[in-house]
């Protein structure tokens, strides 16, 4: 596709200098690759950034290059998924680019969700992990409608804490088991 | 290492009565020297690609007109280990495709060593004067590599003779060079500390350019305990790749083997870290970097650090191979959180004083008896 069209997208969606710069830098191949998705979606300045930072980056780290990483089956599946609307198509493309980009991450990150839903807890409890696994803290939250309620809740998050589910998803965020450090207490 | 290469001298005028304009005189007599009225802050910034690169070929010479000795401004909400900074210079003649001051710098990347050493050994004594019941750790490689200008403006050793007779103090020198010859011959007394910024030759090839390769830092770390300076090492930043694990205890065990580990002051552990806007000038200027593929995530400082069970991995790796070949060696987390502190030692330290207290203990009793 022409640089013009390019252009024109940018300037419908009010986009920076810098990051249709950055766009036109790219090989032409590239360029159309994203221009599709982007055109079709309809993708705003905010999301083209990531998706940038990531193709670029992937791209670098696996000595590929961009549009070969658009043309892999896992995106055109979603790009061609009649059941998706735009943001969903957006929202899957990004989440797999994602996964492409952090795997390790995105590994542990699965493995915890996995645990989490292999604990079993009733939907009034909620039990998450921080962006990024940053700050290795499980955040729990719940409402209750009654103190019978409230009792049985408690009694199903009291068995979910001696679980060795639980234990497992603490040392996933924490890297393993630490080590003793005797010399410095 | 090799010779930095500048290809002009501009020294502010009243900058020519220093001993460090004396000494620039000497040690680079063959290259052109422009006296002018004024530096601003945008001197050494006009080359039209890539001006933070270009800014390190000028050499300047300037009076610095603000405070010399600050509180080091750590990151939020992280563990502070209470360090004083003194900037004797601006910027950096080597060029590490990580170096924070590529953002913190850009609008003022002149390469600048400051002439008025008299004003900031006055301020010091001033502050440590008032303050003689306080142990202050003071570094100078905040915004410059505090020994990569030594041999040709001497600044370093216009100021050992100084610290050496200071009860109170520990001076840091920090370094990726091997710049040492002139300070050999000086007795610090035991109150300066030369700290080298250590990576693996692999690393220091792909991202530290300019800089003394491995060998030549330890040989230089050598020299400098021999002739009686205490060591500091900062294992900072640590680059996460495929491999990097036997090149880190590689180069632990080639460290500990050229270093006597009893002698060292301190020793620290950080990982690579940016932010966002570092990570922009990162791609213009090293785009083909691999440290634009790291795994990193957003922290709550700001800063883009590998996630946090990864880099928790990497400090109790290298916590493992150090205390194998040094057990009881000090160890300090950089710019880290209290979770993570937790997670690879165990404990946290209770405040910033304490991690402070913890430096140097034999010097915190003689102030305190």
Redesign the interface.
Known sequence: MAESAIRDYANSKGFHRQTLDRWLGWQPSDQDALQEIAVGLKVSENHLRDLMDWLEEIALRDDSNISAILKRPAIDSIKTDPRLGRADKLKRIKEQLRRWRFPRLAAIEESIRVKVQALKLPAEIHLSVPPGLEGGRVHVSFSAGSQGEFAKLIYRLSDAASSGITAEIFESLSGGAPEKEPNQN | MRNLQFDEVVVERGSESSPIYRNLRQTLAHLPFTIVDHIGPDQGTNSPVDRFGAAKRTLYLARHKGEFLKKCPGSEGQVCCNYFVINFASNCPMDCSYCYLQEYLADNSALKVFSNVDDLIAETDRTLARHRGVFFRIGTGEITDSLALEPYTGMVRELIPYFAEQANVLLELKTKSDCVETLLDLDSKGRVVVGWSMNPQRVIDLDEHDTASLSERLNAARLCQDAGYRLGFHFDPMIEYPGWESDYESMIEQTFATIDWHKLAWLSLGVLRQTPGLKRIM?ERY??S?L??A?Q????DGKLRY???????MY?KM??WI?RVA??V??YLCME?R??W??????APSCEKDLGN?MAPEIQQTIHA
């Open positions: 791609r785009p083909r691999g634009l593929t795994e995530v957003l922290c709550p996630f946090q069970p990864l880099r928790i991995e109790r916590a493992r205390r057990p009881t000090k160890i959180s979770q993570v937790e997670q690879v030692f165990g404990f913890q």
